[in-house]
């Protein structure tokens, strides 16, 4: 059985870091693009950074650009989403996904939530 399974939530000061990590069963993460989604409380779910499987392209969302990492360690199976300068913003359930559409641009995982399975999230709490 698929299973995504995201970690490294937690409660952090305002600039403060975080380390997500996203672990994949029954899957071989790099043949898959993976994505980092969030929602927030009383808000829409958000894509904010999606990996290629093909080329290792990557996209992040206004929101989170020049902040946030996107990155793989495939002998580990496990995609990290490196999270700074954290705001009180970033709050929210964090999820990871893999997809395994054809993409024209990896953009599109994000924009359009093509995700094929989801984990079921880790809350990230920034507050001082």
């Known amino acids: 059985q698929v299973q995504l399974v995201e970690s490294g939530g937690g409660l952090v000061q305002p600039g403060g870091s975080l380390r997500l990590s996203c672990a994949a069963s029954?899957?071989?993460?790099?043949?898959?693009?993976i994505g980092w989604f969030r929602q927030a409380p009383g808000k829409e779910r958000e894509g904010i950074s999606c990996?290629?499987?093909?080329?290792?392209?990557?996209y992040y969302a206004d929101s989170v650009k020049g902040r946030f990492t996107i990155s793989r360690d495939n002998a580990k199976n496990t995609v990290y989403l490196q999270m700074n300068s954290l705001q009180p913003e970033d709050t929210a359930v964090y999820y990871c996904?893999?997809?395994?559409?054809?993409?024209?641009?990896?953009?599109?995982?994000?924009?359009?939530?093509?995700?094929?399975?989801w984990g079921k999230g880790t809350v990230v709490t920034v507050s001082s």
């Open positions: 029954a899957l071989t993460l790099d043949y898959y693009h």
């Open positions: 996904a893999a997809s395994t559409h054809t993409l024209s641009t990896i953009r599109a995982m994000c924009v359009l939530h093509l995700g094929s399975f």
């Open positions: 990996i290629s499987s093909s080329d290792g392209s990557t």
